[in-house]
């Protein structure tokens, strides 16, 4: 089995600072792991996802994450924020092999950027 | 436009009844998923289905149900069993591969 630990459940910080949420990772098997966003009263949105290759991943609009094997971290960071990045963002694993293909999330992070 | 359509995107409900959440695909997916978001608890699975006339319970299955008879339809019971109902609930479905799901608009569920 999986889980996910996402540190801070909120976060705030200024229009146009860089940002870090944070995402950690428990699992005996080799996994997938993926940032998805959510708007007020919207469906969940693929941001971008860690299948195989380089651990450094990058989504369309400027947020990236690194896998960290050793420390089995996904953090997410954007060096320049917007008001639109205001958002939940979850963190999610999967395992790599079996039938189920589920997802397990953390617990959210709520991210809002002041003006 | 292919895509996971949910209806009604709110509903209300008497405390006692039986109400039924749709969740329709045309994105030909075999996986089909249904979670439940309360606030600071991320997803929980309740149901999931990976092919047709099959489905498997997830976390926290009871006082739901649902049938999947049809590939592109997965819709969720939310019985009277269910003592804490209110909840925002999401469908999602899966490709096949590398367990990506995409997710529907929602269907925010408020017991009265």
């Known amino acids: 089995a999986q889980s996910v630990t996402q540190l801070d459940s909120q976060v705030p910080v200024f229009e146009e600072a860089p940002v870090e949420l944070r995402c950690n990772y428990s699992s005996s098997v080799s996994v997938y792991l993926f940032w998805y966003v959510q708007y007020p009263n919207q469906g969940l949105q693929l941001l971008l996802k860690?299948?195989?290759?380089?651990?450094l991943v990058e989504s369309i609009n400027g947020f990236e994450a690194e896998f960290n094997k050793s420390q089995t971290s996904f953090h997410l960071r954007k060096p320049s924020v917007h008001i639109s990045d205001t958002a939940e963002y979850f963190c999610?694993?999967?395992?790599?092999?079996?039938?189920?293909?589920?997802?397990?999330f953390g617990s959210g992070t709520q991210l809002t950027v002041l003006p | 436009d292919g895509g996971i359509t949910q209806s009604p995107k709110y509903l209300f409900r008497k405390e006692g009844q039986n109400v039924t959440l749709s969740c329709e695909q045309n994105l030909n997916h075999d996986a089909m998923y249904w979670y439940r978001q309360d606030p600071g608890q991320g997803l929980r699975l309740i149901y999931y289905s990976q092919i047709v006339n099959d489905f498997q319970k997830g976390d926290i299955a009871e006082g739901y149900s649902v049938s999947r008879e049809k590939k592109e339809s997965f819709p969720l019971t939310v019985t009277s069993a269910q003592k804490n109902p209110t909840a925002f609930y999401l469908c999602a479905s899966n490709p096949g591969s590398y367990n990506e799901q995409f997710f529907g608009p929602g269907t925010r569920l408020t017991v009265l």
């Open positions: 999610a694993v999967s395992a790599t092999s079996g039938s189920a293909r589920q997802l397990t």
């Open positions: 860690y299948l195989s290759g380089s651990t």
